[in-house]
């Protein structure tokens, strides 16, 4: 599965961004797409994620502001409202494919998304 993020961007505190993450390659197996978001010098943490059977977890800190959305089987989202500036990092998209036990993570390249104050 090829992952292509977009939609990051500069916006102020309490602003709002639309994310999206196309997918392309063997996406009928995929069982679950997630967000994920990294800052400099820490690890990527989980934002949101949806399965196939459109069950959905949000971080603590992204409830009730940010909706993770699969738009088609192609296509998937992650709208972002009430932005604040501890939102900035780097999203990345991945893409969870499983067979049995074993799991096939793919990822993104990332989109950039800065929060000013």
């Known amino acids: 599965v090829q992952l292509q993020a977009s939609g990051g961007g500069l916006v102020q505190a309490g602003g709002s961004l639309r994310l999206s993450c196309a997918a392309s390659?063997?996406?009928?197996?995929?069982?679950?797409m997630s967000w994920y978001r990294q800052t400099p010098g820490n690890q990527r943490d989980l934002v949101a994620m949806?399965?196939?059977?459109?069950?959905t977890y949000y971080a603590d800190s992204v409830k009730g502001r940010f909706t993770i959305s699969r738009d088609n089987i192609e296509m998937l989202s992650l709208q972002m409202n009430s932005l604040k500036p501890e939102d900035t990092g780097r999203y990345y998209c991945?893409?969870?494919?499983?067979?049995?036990?074993?799991?096939?993570?793919?990822w993104g390249q990332g989109t950039q998304v800065t929060v000013s104050s």
């Open positions: 949806i399965t196939n059977s459109e069950a």
């Open positions: 390659g063997l996406i009928s197996d995929i069982y679950s």
């Open positions: 991945n893409a969870v494919r499983r067979y049995g036990t074993k799991d096939y993570i793919n």
